[in-house]
Nanobody
Framework: QVQLVESGGGLVQAGGSLRLSCTAS????????MGWFRQAPGKEREFVSF????????YHADSVRGRFTISRNNDKGTVYLQMNSLKPEDTAIYFC?????????????????WGQGTQVAVSS
């Protein structure tokens, strides 16, 4: 099992930016597809972004495309989510997830391991 620890959440005004980080335990991080999901109060968890380990391919949900960017640093075992032009509707707990040796995807069932989450709140 991979331990994932998110950080970087907080309170920001609409239009502002935050960068989330997620650090993974172990030595095989470079072979994990990493994803970000979020869950707003009273709503189901939803896909945000993923980055594949095989070719670095990234994919973002329509709701965040053009505003959020996922990236990774394999040497540090860390995946990032740069969030710009934040909106109140981006308020949620953000979770990172790892698909060990797999292609990931947009469904939370595609992932093996999950972090505890970090809270993001965007005020209007």
């Amino acid at each position: 099992q991979v331990q994932l620890v998110e950080s970087g959440g907080g309170l920001v005004q609409a239009g502002g930016s935050l960068r989330l980080s997620c650090t993974a335990s172990g030595r095989a991080f470079s072979r994990y597809t990493m994803g970000w999901f979020r869950q707003a109060p009273g709503k189901e968890r939803e896909f945000v972004s993923f980055i594949r380990w095989t070719d670095g391919h990234t994919y973002h949900a329509d709701s965040v495309r053009g505003r959020f960017t996922i990236s990774r640093n394999n040497d540090k075992g860390t995946v990032y989510l740069q969030m710009n032009s934040l909106k109140p509707e981006d308020t949620a707990i953000y979770f990172c997830a790892a698909d060990r040796y797999g292609p990931g995807g947009t469904n939370d069932r595609d992932y093996d391991d999950w972090g505890q989450g970090t809270q993001v709140a965007v005020s209007s």
